[in-house]
T-cell receptor, first 115, second 114 residues
């Protein structure tokens, strides 16, 4: 069974500082994709960053980067130079071709940015 | 390009009633997925439709059903509502191909069952 675990229900960070959100997953598949989604309060969920499991290089998108440890089945998100607009719920998600377009989501981490 | 549109945004029903939620995907997207989001369970996959066919289904009772029309618009229906059905129902569209493509979400329909 595919499971995604986010062990930090809440996190906070000072504006301009760096924060890392943790995510682990469990799978027996070799081909899969990992995602971080952001859900601001009362707004729609948007993709932050994604990682293909076959790629060893960690994905980066501007201030957002991941630390993908395939053997440890770990996929953490680092947010650098945190901004007030980064405050949101962050969901880690997993998808594998064998289950089609079904995404498996973690329970989320609520990030607060302190001015 | 318009995003994913869900209607209604908010609705209140009583136990035993039924509800129908609507989703219009991004133009050109043929896959529509539905998720139930609750504080305790997070996001749970309901089902996915592609070209008017249900392609995948999550572990929900038969009271939850859906369909997709030829223009890719989708509806989901919940019959005999229970208090536990109170949730944010999210619709997401994608191109439908099994690649690294992301899901594009709507703002959701918040259902309250009294």
């Amino acid at each position: 069974a595919q499971t995604v675990t986010q062990s930090q229900p809440e996190m906070s960070v000072q504006e301009a500082e760096t924060v890392t959100l943790s995510c682990t997953y469990d799978t027996s598949e070799s081909d899969y994709y990992l995602f971080w989604y952001k859900q601001p309060p009362s707004r729609q969920m948007i993709l932050v960053i994604r990682q293909e499991a076959y790629k060893q290089q960690n994905a980066t998108e501007n201030r957002f980067s991941v630390n993908f440890q395939k053997a440890a089945k770990s996929f953490s998100l680092k947010i650098s130079d945190s901004q007030l607009g980064d405050a949101a719920m962050y969901f880690c998600a997993y998808r594998t071709p064998s289950t089609g377009n079904q995404f498996y989501f973690g329970t989320g981490t609520s990030l607060t940015v302190i001015p | 390009k318009a995003g994913v549109t869900q209607t209604p945004r908010y609705l209140i029903k009583t136990r035993g009633q039924q509800v129908t939620l609507s989703c219009s995907p991004i133009s050109g997207h043929r896959s529509v997925s539905w998720y139930q989001q609750t504080p305790g369970q997070g996001l749970q996959f309901l089902f996915e439709y592609f070209s008017e066919t249900q392609r995948n289904k999550g572990n929900f009772p038969g009271r939850f059903s859906g369909r997709q029309f030829s223009n890719s618009r989708s509806e989901m229906n919940v019959s005999t509502l229970e208090l536990g059905d109170s949730a944010l129902y999210l619709c997401a569209s994608s191109s439908g191909t099994y690649n690294t493509g992301e899901l594009f979400f709507g703002e959701g329909s918040r259902l309250t069952v009294l």
